[in-house]
């Protein structure tokens, strides 16, 4: 139930809405912080300016792994929106992130280092949430394909508001939102500079930039996916979790990786657990 | 039948001539020869019995079983006088009782628990046999390049070599033995001689710690031999003698429910499962081809496969349940510990207990999707560990360090090794490699089983953990330190090849796994359950374009492309050398390190592993508690 149309949508038409995206953020931030903003095109601006800039780079082999984390976060989207299976789709996801940790481990440079492993610790953080997301599904559905989850007929947050709210929990630690952007962050005030990110520059960091816009639109691809048997009722869920996740970011500080990987894990334990307790002996679908 | 023979034969023969092998040119020939037959044999066998269904051969074994005994009671004189010199009570105890349970058996039971096919094959026993047959012959290859530069280093230690091949072939010899017999006391014998032969190799050394660990190692695996020893008393005195595998597995759980939960029990400790984790942790003192081939192919591996064998027993039974959980949770807390290990080798032994224990939990759930999992498991278990190990091994007699902290920049100053490593740790858990299918696998059999969503969770879990401290190995490895100089020299050609064909192993295989799939576990599955699970065609395509763009990437740095300009990393203005020296501010020269997260104050080994033990000591005392209960009501 592969669909090559969609997967090609995406491919082309996600950057354009990521971006987009970026650029409302950062308007609807900077609002929210009493200044005007730049146009919701800077993004775009941004990026073609870093395109543009010297190819400075520590040594050779960052290319390589920039462009693998690059292919692998297309390839997930790509798969997600083509039907695929939720599982491998998250497999996927999590071999495009250990290829963007390689190539901050591979500069030896201390900022970056640690943002590898922050980062490596927000990996361990989320990953079983975003699972046990795809195993909630499967037990209302009984596929993991994509495609099938969305064709179900009844909407299917209804059977999982556990898993949903820990999804979005984790979808904080996914965008790089404050509280938890505890290994590189949109905004220069880090104490470890830009952690995972600092020693890219130039094209490789704007290959980093328009990978996380192809990465936003698939995460807001699997909040709707809870939401699938209602269209207009995804769209506004996505808009609402959207805008949610530029709130918590303009009003929580950054918490240490300890708090995050623990409150993550004792929520995803909790809301997991009940969840799918509750579906596999209570609820007949 | 010849093949079967020879098999287990063959390899004895070569083990008895290992021990009169003086001089290092003799023995490379013959074990390079006779590993080269080992495997080409197991291939012949893959080749003619693939498509015969399972197989039974009928034979007066009376001589055998005559010998089988003789052995058994000079194992046991062996073991006890090893256990007075060095004055172990505890192995002492068990070893009188085990022969005195054997002995009454032999006396009053063994006639009337004729076994009339003591031999077959099978697809799974195929699998097995290839696993041990080629994995098994390349480490010890790989052992005749790293013997010789171990005793090279180590002057103080006896060259014992002779004795060592002879019990590493002998080893492969028990292996054969063990996954071709279908009577159990013939298991039960196999069983024994992998117990005394870990005994042997991890005390190569004869230090005091080697010894110690020997010992460790030796009482665990006797327990387990004596609760096995029960089991066969149990069935030959309850259940008319009824002492093959092919009768037992299909004669009602009521009366077997108990034995089953004695050999589950006695799998758990050859395993390696919690509360008995710590004697393979323990064995990391031995050199490291022992390491490799306890946990890769031999030892560990037949504590899996009893369990995978008798999970159509468990199926849907509480004790089966309990054992599920007791590899469950052993899968969780061994993943969590790996995390606070520095050591590379502790690191390897931690990711194989927590992946047996994921086996061990396919076999407690026992359903046709487990155990298609649980067995894929195996496999690509075997070969990306067995790679890691040999590497290591290799790596260390170079830095002088099995520390991955003296790891760091490996990959320039040793590319090719750490290539290598890259490969086998890539194997064990990244996607579309072979580790991740088979998790991906269990995840789909837990979810369909009942009860099976507290499983997925601690999968779910236990799959990040082990996320994280592969990763960070890998980022280790690949970090490039400008000051380093290539040190990599002349690796021994022996290990080389044994290195080079693991790694190719492990990407053939991800390749050709729907195929194995196809050919040897889908006929089993539907022989012995009905039923077939395998991953849908859209998944396998993908699966191998993942594959095509992780083989096709690197090559990406070969493209043509504008110069980079090369820059020092970014130091917040301070002025760095390439090797990481800093004047601070009273002028005086700082070096800097840049070490991993071990995260002790959560995952460290000490507070963990006394949660597993205790937990799932007591998961145990469940599986026996229900198995007993069960007999009773039923």
Not at chain 2, 5 to 26: G, Q, S, V
Not at chain 2, 500 to 528: G, H, R
Not at chain 2, 581 to 593: E, I, P, R, S, V
Request: with cysteine.
């Amino acid at each position: 139930m592969i669909s090559l149309v969609y997967a090609a949508a995406f491919i082309l038409l996600a950057p354009v809405v990521g971006g987009l995206l970026a650029g409302i953020d950062r308007k609807i931030t900077a609002h929210m912080q009493g200044r005007v903003g730049p146009s919701i095109l800077q993004p775009f601006y941004d990026v073609g300016k870093l395109f543009e800039k010297d190819k400075a780079v520590v040594n050779d082999t960052q290319r390589f792994y920039i462009l693998s984390y690059f292919i692998f976060a297309i390839f997930t989207g790509a798969l997600f929106f083509a039907g695929g299976d939720l599982l491998l789709v998250i497999f996927a996801l999590t071999l495009a992130e250990v290829f963007l940790v390689l190539g901050a481990y591979a500069a030896n440079s201390p900022y970056s280092h640690v943002g590898a492993e922050r980062e490596l610790i927000q990996v361990m953080a989320y990953e079983p949430m975003v699972i046990l997301s795809a195993v909630g599904m499967y037990l209302v559905t009984r596929s993991f394909n994509v495609s099938e989850i969305a064709g179900f007929p009844q909407l299917v947050v209804i059977f999982l508001p556990g898993i949903f709210l820990g999804f979005l929990y984790t979808l904080t630690i996914k965008l790089r939102k404050s509280p938890f952007d505890i290994s590189t962050s949109h905004h220069a005030h880090q104490e470890i500079v830009k952690g995972v990110t600092t020693e890219f520059s130039g094209p490789n960091l704007g290959f980093i930039e328009v990978t996380h816009w192809y990465e936003t639109v698939f995460l807001l691809g699997f909040v709707f996916l809870f939401f699938a048997a209602n269209w207009i009722l995804g769209i506004i869920a996505v808009i609402i979790v959207f805008l949610l996740e530029l709130y918590i970011d303009n009003t929580n500080a950054r918490v240490k990786w300890q708090l995050a990987m623990k409150s993550t894990w004792v929520i995803t334990l909790i809301a997991a657990t009940v969840n799918l307790a509750v579906l596999a002996y209570f609820v007949v679908v | 039948m010849q093949l079967l023979l020879f098999l287990i034969l063959f390899p004895l023969i070569t083990a008895l001539f290992m021990l009169f092998m003086r001089t290092d040119r003799e023995r490379n020939w013959i074990v390079k020869l006779s590993g080269l037959c080992i495997g080409v044999a197991t291939v012949l066998l893959l080749l003619g019995y693939f498509d015969k269904g399972t197989l039974y051969y009928s034979f007066d074994a009376g001589m055998a079983g005559l010998v089988m005994f003789l052995l058994e009671i000079i194992i046991a004189a062996f073991i006890l006088w090893q256990g007075i010199k060095y004055r172990n009570y505890l192995v002492i105890a068990l070893i009188l009782v085990q022969t005195a349970l054997l002995v009454w058996f032999e006396a009053f039971y063994a006639p009337a628990a004729e076994v009339e096919f003591p031999l077959f094959i099978d697809q799974f026993s195929i699998i097995m046999a290839l696993i041990i047959g080629i994995i098994g012959s390349l480490i010890c290859v790989y052992a005749l390049g790293y013997m010789k530069e171990f005793h090279e280093h180590h002057k103080d230690y006896a060259d014992r070599r002779n004795i060592f091949f002879f019990v590493m072939f002998a080893f492969l010899s028990a292996m054969f033995g063990l996954v071709f017999s279908n009577s159990l006391v013939w298991v039960y014998f196999f069983w024994e001689v992998t117990t005394l032969c870990s005994f042997v190799l991890i005390g190569y050394t004869k230090t005091g710690e080697a010894t110690t660990n020997a010992f460790n190692a030796l009482w665990m695996n006797l327990l387990g031999g004596t609760a096995f020893a029960v089991a066969i008393l149990y069935l030959a005195t309850q259940a008319n003698g009824m002492l093959g595998l092919d009768q037992i597995l299909v004669s009602g759980k009521a009366l077997i429910l108990i034995p089953a939960a004695l050999i589950g029990f006695a799998g758990l400790t050859k395993a390696a499962q919690m509360p008995f984790s710590t004697w393979l942790v323990g064995a990391m003192v031995a050199p490291t081809p022992v390491s490799a081939l306890l946990h890769s192919s031999t030892m560990v591996k037949a504590g899996v496969y009893i369990l995978v064998r008798f999970a159509p027993v468990y199926a849907f039974t509480a004790t089966g349940y309990a054992l599920a959980f007791v590899g469950g949770l052993t899968f969780l807390i061994a993943s969590a510990i790996a995390i606070s290990q520095s050591n590379a080798k502790r690191v390897l032994a931690y990711s194989t207990i927590a992946n047996l224990g994921l086996v061990v939990a396919c076999a407690g759930i026992g359903t046709y999707e487990a155990i298609w999992a649980a067995i894929l498991l195996i496999i690509f278990h075997a070969i990306a560990k067995s790679l890691l190990f040999l590497a290591v091994g290799t790596v260390e007699h170079r830095i002088q360090s099995r520390d991955i902290e003296d790891m760091n920049g490996l990959i320039v100053r040793m590319p090719r090794l750490a290539a290598m490593m890259v490969i086998g740790i890539a194997g064990m858990f990244l996607a579309p490699f072979g580790m991740l299918i088979s998790k991906w696998a269990a995840i789909q059999a837990f979810i369909d089983a009942p009860f099976g969503f507290v499983l997925v969770i601690i999968l779910a879990f236990g799959s990040a953990i082990t996320v994280f401290f592969w990763a960070k190995w890998m980022g280790k490895l690949i970090v490039i330190t400008p000051s380093a100089q290539n040190l990599e020299g002349s690796v021994d050609k022996h290990e080389w090849a044994a290195i080079v064909s693991l790694a190719a192993l492990t990407t053939v295989t991800c390749f050709i796994f729907p195929i194995i799939s196809k050919v040897l576990i889908e006929p089993f599955l539907f022989e012995n359950y009905g039923n077939i699970a395998r991953l849908s065609q859209d998944n396998i395509i993908i699966m191998v374009m993942m594959l095509f763009l992780i083989i096709v990437l690197p090559l990406s740095i070969l493209l043509p492309h504008r110069a980079n300009r090369h820059l020092p990393p970014y130091t917040g203005g301070i002025i760095m050398t390439p090797d990481m020296h800093f004047t601070n501010a009273l002028g005086q020269k700082t070096g800097m390190k840049l070490g991993n997260y071990y995260l002790n104050a959560w995952f460290g080994e000490a507070r963990l592993l006394t949660v597993g033990i205790y937990t799932c000591g007591v998961f145990i005392a469940v599986m026996f508690v229900t198995a007993l209960a069960w007999g009773v009501i039923v």
